[in-house]
Every structure is written in C-alpha cells, then in structure tokens.
C-alpha cells in the first residue's frame, strides 16, 4: 500500500514499474535484490527497488524485499534512514530518495563528528530492534552535504524478535556486533593501529569475520607470490 503521497496513485505509480522494467529504463542502479529504479516528477523524487529473475530466485528476492520493508516500519522516524512509502503490488518497496554520496568517495567536512554521528545512529537502529549486518559494504552507507550519515540498503538486515526466540537472538546479537566492528573498520579505515581506547570498546571482532579475513589474506599472498614468479 502506498501511503504519505500526493498527487500519486498507487496504480500509477505500479504501471510506471512496469514500464520501466518493460523497457529497461528508469534503472538508478542493480543490486542483490533486483533492479533499483528512479522516479522523478515536478513534485519529488522517489526510489523503486523491484525483484528480478525467475522461479525460486525471484522468490527469495522478493522475501528479501518484505523483510527489508519490515524493517523501515521499525525505523520509522528514525533520522539517518529514508522514509518508506510502502511496498506496492506485494513487490516494490517505494523509497524517500536521499541525494548523498558513498561513504568511500564522499568528502567529509568534519571526520570526528560525522563518525560520531554514525555511532549515535547505529545505536538508534539497534535502539529499535535492527542490526543492518552490512555496513562494511561502502555503497551502504551515504553522506549527506559532507558531514550527515544515512544508513540505506537493509536487505539482510536482522529484526530482533521478541520472546523466546534463541537462534534470532544469536544472529541479532552477531549482526550487532558487525555494526559496531565495520564503524572502526570505517572510521579508521582499516587501520586498527591508530584506534584510541574510547573506541575500543566497540570493536570485537567474530569469527566469522576472522575466517574471512584470513581466506582473504592468504589470496592475496598467494596472488602476490604468483606475480613475483613470472
């Protein structure tokens, strides 16, 4: 259902889609989930991401698109998120576009306090029961005018459930802590070394993350012994 809208319908906006899909235009960008579309009017500017594929594939992207469309009703409000206008025809989630620019080519005015700022926002996001789980991906994460975070893309975001729920539990509380782990990983790009002890705290890292990092260590160094070979 469409809502907070003027002067657009939820049939128009549907058959605008499809049209879209139709002839492949429109397209913003891709992503795991499918195709994410830009609608543009005198009046606003809004983003459409829509499942692609068949069969099975389709299936799961669009159970990823419910699941994130669940996850900005428990947002709502939230400064740092963008505003969620529904999910239309059980399959396209409708977005608030936010013009910002990926953390990894943005020019930030004031590191200290755009990082802090970030902190305070993951904390609001755990506040309301979410963990994003994929933080370290840089696309994920926008800035706003060069200094204000938005947090966008919760496609395998974790909700936390309530009652006696024990392996959501774990996975919520794993997910929490790749947050945390991917704002150091952010802030200090990388470079753990020159972590002060304020932040420390906030960086545990999983073993999950230590496999991966492992994995991705030991290609490098076999990539590297391979060049210096030839």
Not at 13 to 22: A, D, H, T
Not at 35 to 49: A, G, P, Q, S, T
Not at 178 to 198: H, I, P, R, S, T
Request: proline fraction near 2%; charged fraction near 30%.
């Amino acid at each position: 259902m469409l809502r907070d809208i003027d002067n657009l319908t939820e049939r128009e906006l549907v058959q605008w889609v499809r049209g879209s899909i139709k002839t492949r235009s429109n397209i913003f960008r891709r992503g795991y989930q499918g195709y994410v579309y830009l609608y543009e009017d005198k009046d606003r500017r809004l983003i459409i991401k829509a499942p692609m594929g068949w069969g099975l594939g389709r299936l799961l992207r669009r159970a990823m698109l419910r699941n994130e469309y669940r996850v900005y009703s428990r947002l709502s409000g939230v400064a740092g998120v963008p505003r969620c206008y529904g999910l239309v025809d059980g399959c396209y989630l409708v977005l608030e576009f936010i013009d910002g620019v990926p953390v990894r080519s943005a020019r930030i005015t004031d590191r200290d306090v755009f990082f802090k700022a970030l902190l305070n926002l993951i904390k609001e996001l755990h506040k309301a029961g979410v963990a994003h789980t994929d933080l370290k991906k840089k696309d994920n994460l926008l800035v706003v005018e060069g200094h204000t975070p938005c947090v966008i893309d919760f496609g395998v975001a974790v909700i936390r459930k309530s009652g006696f729920a024990p392996l959501n539990r774990y996975l919520y509380n794993l997910s929490s802590k790749f947050d945390f782990n991917a704002w150091v990983k952010l802030k200090y790009d990388g470079k753990y070394e020159d972590m002060v002890d304020e932040d420390r705290k906030y960086f545990n890292r999983t073993v999950v993350e230590k496999v991966s990092r492992w994995i991705k260590d030991t290609y490098l160094s076999i990539k590297e012994g391979l060049r210096g070979e030839r």
